[in-house]
């Protein structure tokens, strides 16, 4: 399955890369974005990859902050955190997408901000 890995604690105006990889058969499921929650919200998207390499999209609160690419070779996704601010504080959850269509999740990472 998806496995994230790279969250941790660091202080505010710190980096953090988080990456994304399939266990096993690492083509099996396609990473394609990041996404986030915080507890009584709902998951949010935070960054995404089409298809092809094609283009990226990002939250408005992350832009120009966030880096969000892929290594084909290794089909590993990377998030590219930087300037980090407590509220980028969340669990971090990778997504991607199946040969059927459907998604699948990663289980998180835990990504906290300290003031």
């Known amino acids: 399955r998806l496995q994230e890995s790279g969250g941790g604690l660091v202080q505010a105006g710190g980096s953090l890369r988080l990456s994304c990889a399939s266990s096993g058969n690492i083509f099996r499921v396609i990473p394609r974005g990041w996404y986030r929650q915080t507890p009584g919200k709902q998951r949010e998207p935070v960054a995404t990859m089409a298809a092809g390499g094609g283009g990226t999209t990002y939250a408005d609160s992350v832009k120009g902050r966030f880096t969000i690419s892929r290594d084909h070779a290794s089909n590993t996704l990377y998030l590219q955190m930087n300037s980090l601010k407590p509220e980028d504080t969340a669990v971090y959850y990778c997504?991607?997408?199946?040969?059927?269509?459907?998604?699948?999740w990663g289980q998180g990472t835990q990504v906290t901000v300290s003031s």
């Open positions: 997504r991607g997408i199946l040969a059927t269509g459907e998604y699948e």
